[in-house]
């Protein structure tokens, strides 16, 4: 296989065009090193060329620890290339080995690129978790086993007509918590929640059938996929129970208590404490374990997007549950009603540092008085809110919560000012224009997500508007160019510190809206509206994957430093010392805050703004 051929199959040259990667191909040189010669020293010359193994293999080595090993068409220099700074680790021939190198010339056109800039910033990461995992040796990600093999028995079925008592003594005498139902075209389940709930707790009859009681359609997972990604999807469902499928066909059912094993501190844990909690003052006790939960998560390197999702529906469960003992204590609402998350919580992009985003929609019938219905969402966002601040989730500072009057309306009129705020000059400057085109419902029988996301798909059409959301995300300024090539306070409370939120993970949500709100999507997430922002060909993948990776950076380096000051018994924050950052930390921030000046500039371009 000719060289061109060999790099093309491996990141990131498996992004360059044909020609270019020919071109870089004859380039290259090629260095031979026998087992145990060392090809870089930690902090010793800088590194010369990009290596690229040929065949062999290399040890990385930390202090005379081996962290990782790397094989054919891995790559190694590129830190110490790109930063003109000694290696931060050492780099020694596993065995006898053959190397591509890349002088300068080539390696820094081959790693500016977007794919180029998306690989370093990924093996950075990759880095900092070989650099973190204890004693240096990797251990087995228990939510990297696929669901499937959590499987311990085929399903247990049940007909649709069989009665409540019948379903109850096939549970008992199959020592299962639930039961698939055949309905129709697809399959009910029923649980021993069920029975309780909504047979038992409400006086219905035993003799009750079954399909009157499942849910459907019935959320199932792929064998295939991680048991990680069956937690979060029990979690975001607020179910206990998921069906695994193998094939299309349903193959076993996992519970909450088969995921129990993923940690001590166990989302599901949390959540369920929260879920139990009889009163405001229980819900904020349960919530009190979210930073230790985060923690465990952090500790045991969970994708940082996973461990702001925990965060988010811990908070969700703490609102689900007080609008719960608030209407007990109220009694019916007099309409149906949407308890909305703004934001960062609409996102599902939540950190241990957060504050309180919300609004409520109600949907009244014709004639209803609606001073009086506002009256009780008053009462009912005055409950939750003062709930929430107990749980340890403060007030926001801009007042967008729902117990002020501006932030409790009627569905109609909700989709109304969301048209009118559009092209509203005055709209640009208060809180909601950051974080009111956010939204999720999160509590509450109104299905209230359609009729906004309609409202806000229009906001494509408006040039004012779409050029409003430009201005937010080029407004704020990545911090480059002092502390070591980072921007840090230079007074007051956190002076000699870096602002990780402000300065790059809230400029990259910024854009990521701007994006998403001009391809008319209705994602939230920002990753989401990244590839919306593909789809509708506004930027190229390599481009939004570049930024994809510098935004899960910045969040594995927000959550880590939030899990540190909680260990050491600190408020959480966002302010990052960047001088107790290791090297590929420091680099690879560098990195993801070139990646937002070069969106910023994109959209700036875009959109004729003026970046001074």
Known sequence: MDIAGFLGRYAPFDALAPEHLAAVARTVEVAHFPAGEVILRQDGPPAEALHVVRKGSVELVDDGVVLDLLGEGEVFGQFSLLAHAGPSLTVRAHEDTLCYLLLPPAANEVLGGSAGVSFVIGSMRQRVLAALSPAHVPAPDPRLAPAG??????????????????????????KVSSLLVPLGQGWGIVTDRDLRSRILAVGGGVDTPIQ?????????VSSDDSSGEALLMMLEAGVHHLPVTEGGRIVGVVTDTDLMGLGRHTPFALRSAIERAGT??????AAADLPQVVVTLVRSNADPFDVGRVCSMAIEA???????????????????????ALGSAARREQSLKTDQDHALAFDPSPGADLP??????????????DG??????????GDAMAIHP?????????????????????FEAGVLSSIGFDFRRVSGPLDADPALDEAVREGRGHLPFVRMLGRKATSLKPPTGFFRDLVVQGKGEHAGRL??????????????RCWGVQAGAAAKATPARLRSAVGAGLVDEAFATELEQAFRFLWDVRLRHQAAQVEAGEEPDDFVDPGKLGAFQRAGLKEAFRAIVRAQRLVASDLGLDLR
Not at 280 to 285: F, K, L, R
Not at 372 to 385: H, I, K, M, P, R
């Open 149 to 174: 093999s959590l499987v311990r028995r085929p399903p247990v079925t049940a007909p649709p007509q069989t009665t409540a008592t019948e379903a109850a003594a096939k549970m008992t005498r199959e």
């Open 212 to 220: 009157a009681i499942a849910t459907t359609p019935v959320r199932t």
């Open 280 to 285: 405001a003052d229980a819900v904020a006790s």
């Open 318 to 340: 703490a609102t689900d549950r007080l609008t719960a003992l608030a209407i007990h204590e109220l009694g019916d609402p007099p309409a149906p009603w949407a308890w909305l």
């Open 372 to 385: 009086e219905c506002d009256a009780y969402f008053a009462s009912l966002a005055g409950f939750v809110t």
């Open 388 to 397: 929430l601040e107990r749980a340890g989730i403060p007030r926001c500072r």
């Open 406 to 426: 501006q932030m409790r309306r009627t569905l109609a009129d909700w989709a109304a000012s969301f048209r009118a705020w559009m092209d509203d000059p005055v």
């Open 499 to 512: 602002d990780v939120k402000h300065g790059g993970i809230t400029i990259i949500t910024n854009l990521a």
